[in-house]
Structure formats: structure tokens, C-alpha cells
């Protein structure tokens, strides 16, 4: 049962399916089970299958097969002329949908060639082992770039016109008002943001007072030392309840250097790239933490297999890099999947994510699961993280509310 969402854009209800476009959601067949992409509206489905997952991130280009590539190429020729020809005419994208503004027969043969490219996929590669993992990370992604968010630049006025403020002034009229992840943009799992949505990652902090809460407050939370704890949970060592750099300092450097010198030294020491005026920490480090059996244990000498079984192509330099990096990024994206399970129905939303940062737009009314939240967000597979919470009225002025462990 073949069909194809007509819209990426939840609020945009309909499918086509078996030669037709289908509108009405409550008549919509049950038995669907394969797709190219997920859509909000399809989150009551079950047993549904995304091509778009089994290609780990390539495009319909890249994937479609050589006897449906010149009829493919065609329909992609027509689409971007009925696209320029709607901006031309200053129809906006983010404000119909496209099954209002492009003409049926085209969307017809455009969406059975996507049914026959999702089949291929389907049909000619292995599930991925990660598959219901990025499956949930994918919903939740779907639901964040729903989410309008609230922009104020007045407040820049404050400042001195500077060419960076200036820029940002330009980045922000030019772009849409949601975050839109790109899930596949990087090899480590690390989420990028799709070309002409906000640019959440990059932002300064200086400038993210423009960002404000729709409901109550922003609610940070950030994990205390995530590469570092993940390290400690791949090696299966318990995990400190107070700060690990300070945790570090006086149980490994045995208080002979201050934090940023000792957050400094593990880095360092973890990635290969330290000074000889840390030769002697690095001893310590070596003699307490032993990444080379980590290295021994996920790298088989041309891909390291992280725990949440992504494949990523290495050299022996950067095998403990990405095993950490890969390992940090997915585990802060199944915290964030477990925290938007725990607010299903609630007014309370994630806002974005930034790396391993989760932020909520927090209603009131939903103040007693503050602490629900923190706690779970700090209940990893690697053992309990220390967590901070930090809240505030806009994005930039975000104060330290309490810790997690």
C-alpha cells in the first residue's frame, strides 16, 4: 500500500494513493505501509515504512533507480519551473499548500514516481539496525519544525549597529520563523538546520535575546560534560554526581590545576592534540581512563559501530572522535524523544535542540513536572547525568534555576 504525503507541512492533510489525491483524514485507508517521508499528520500510523530512513539521509536523486532517473529528472525540471512561476507571482510555500497551488495531474505523476522510488529502497536495502531510532527522532523533528517561533529584533536597538548585528538582521528577514533539522546532515548524527529556516545552531549568544518564549519561559536543559560522561559509560565507569571537571581535578590532577586548565587537559588527552606542558596530566588521564580498549571495541579498522548502531567511516585518528561525538549527539536526541513522550498533550513543547542542549517553551501550568523532566533527562542508558536547568524570558537571559543528578 504505496502513497505519498502531499506536503511536508503538517496542518497540509492529504496523501496520493493508488492513482488518486486523497483530502479527507478520517476515510484515509488503514492499511498504508510504505512512504518516502514522515509527516506530523501520520503520527497514528502504525507499521508504516520510510524510504527516506533506509536511505540514511540521500536525497530521491541519489537513490532512484537508473530505469526511472529520465522520468524522474523531467518531473523535477517541471516542479522547479511551477515553483519559480509561484514565486514570481509571490504565492508563498510557507502559507499554502502545495496541493492548492501546484495542478493535480502534475502532482499525480510526480508522487507515483516517488512511490516507485520509496519501493526500490525499500525493496533493495536492509532495514537499519538504528531504524526505530531515527524513526523517533524523525516525529519529534517533524513536530519542532511546526512550531513558529517568536522573534522580537527590537530589542537589538539597544545596540550599536555592528556589521554582525547587521547580518543577523539580514539572516532573519530572508529566512522562516521555524527551526527545520536536517536529521542526515552530518556523519556523526550531530543535527544541521536546512538552508533558509532559522539558523538556531549558529546564532550568538549575544544575540539570542531576540528569541522569546510563546508560553511562559524557556526551560534549558544541558547535560554537565556529556562527551566526558559518555566516555566514563562506554568504559562502564560510575558517573560522578557533582561536576565532572571538578570531579576530575581533585580525583585525577589531584588539585594541582583549576577547571578550564582541567577541562583543557582532558580534551586534550581525549583527542590526541595536547602540549608538552600537559605531558603530566595526560599521564594521569592515561593511568585512570583507558580509550584505547574503546577504540579496540567499536572500530573494526575502517568503520566504528557506535551503541546506537551508526556506521561511520574512520581512520584510526578519528575513531574515538566520532565514536564520542556520534555517541553524545544520539543519546541527548533519545533524552529529548523521552521528554516529548512525557509532555504528549501538554502545552509545554521542545523548542529546539542545540547539540546535547534541550530547550522547552514551558507553560506554567505544566509546572509540575519541572523536576519530572530534569530527572529524566539525566536517566541515560550510560547512568544518571548531572543536569542544569536554566530558565528565562528570552533565550539570551537564561539563569540558573536548579541541578539534576
Not at 165 to 171: F, G
Amino acid at each position: 500500500m504505496l502513497f505519498q504525503t502531499l506536503d511536508d507541512k503538517g496542518e497540509c492533510v492529504g496523501i496520493y494513493h493508488d492513482g488518486e489525491l486523497l483530502f479527507d483524514f478520517e476515510n484515509f485507508p488503514q492499511d498504508l505501509t510504505r512512504t518516502w517521508g514522515y509527516n506530523s499528520f501520520l503520527e497514528g500510523y502504525r507499521g508504516v515504512d520510510y524510504a527516506e530512513l533506509y536511505a540514511l539521509g540521500q536525497s530521491l536523486d541519489e537513490v532512484c533507480p537508473d530505469h526511472l532517473k529520465e522520468e524522474w529528472q523531467d518531473l523535477r525540471t517541471q516542479r522547479s519551473s511551477l515553483i519559480r512561476s509561484l514565486a514570481i507571482s509571490k504565492v508563498s510555500l510557507q502559507e499554502n499548500c502545495l496541493f492548492d497551488v501546484l495542478p493535480p495531474w502534475f502532482l499525480k505523476k510526480y508522487c507515483e514516481a516517488k512511490n516507485q522510488i520509496s519501493n526500490y529502497v525499500i525493496e533493495s536495502r536492509p532495514k537499519p539496525p538504528n531504524y526505530k531510532h531515527l524513526f523517533s527522532v524523525a516525529r519529534m523533528l517533524a513536530e519542532i519544525k511546526e512550531q513558529e517561533l517568536s522573534i522580537d529584533t527590537s530589542c537589538l536597538k539597544k545596540h550599536k549597529m555592528t556589521p554582525a548585528i547587521a547580518n543577523l538582521l539580514k539572516k532573519v528577514n530572508s529566512c522562516s520563523p521555524y527551526v527545520v533539522y536536517n536529521q542526515f546532515g552530518t556523519i556523526t548524527g550531530r543535527l544541521t538546520t536546512r538552508p533558509t529556516t532559522f539558523p538556531i545552531l549558529t546564532i550568538k549568544k549575544e544575540h539570542r535575546e531576540i528569541l522569546k518564549p510563546t508560553n511562559d519561559f524557556f526551560l534549558e536543559l544541558d547535560f554537565n560534560g556529556a562527551e566526558i560522561r559518555v566516555l566514563l559509560g562506554l568504559l562502564g565507569l560510575e558517573q560522578p554526581s557533582q561536576d565532572i571537571h571538578q570531579w576530575n581535578l581533585e580525583n585525577i590532577f589531584d588539585n594541582e590545576l583549576d577547571r578550564p586548565a582541567a577541562k583543557e587537559a582532558f580534551f586534550a588527552w581525549l583527542y590526541g592534540s595536547h602540549s608538552s606542558r600537559l605531558t603530566k596530566y595526560i599521564n594521569k588521564l592515561n593511568n585512570n581512563y583507558d580509550k584505547q580498549t574503546l577504540v579496540n571495541d567499536y572500530w573494526d579498522g575502517e568503520y566504528i559501530r557506535t551503541p546506537f548502531a551508526r556506521d561511520i567511516k574512520s581512520d584510526q585518528h578519528h575513531a574515538l572522535n566520532y565514536l564520542i561525538q556520534s555517541t553524545a549527539a544520539d543519546l541527548a536526541l533519545e533524552q529529548a524523544v523521552k521528554i516529548r513522550k512525557l509532555l504528549s498533550g501538554r502545552k509545554t513543547k521542545i523548542c529546539f535542540i542545540i547539540h546535547d542542549s534541550i530547550v522547552l517553551d514551558f507553560c506554567s501550568e505544566d509546572k509540575e513536572l519541572f523536576n519530572e523532566i530534569g530527572l529524566l533527562m539525566g536517566d541515560t542508558r550510560f547512568g544518571k547525568f548531572l543536569v542544569s536547568a536554566n530558565i528565562g524570558k528570552n533565550f539570551a537571559d537564561l539563569k540558573g534555576a536548579k541541578a539534576f543528578v
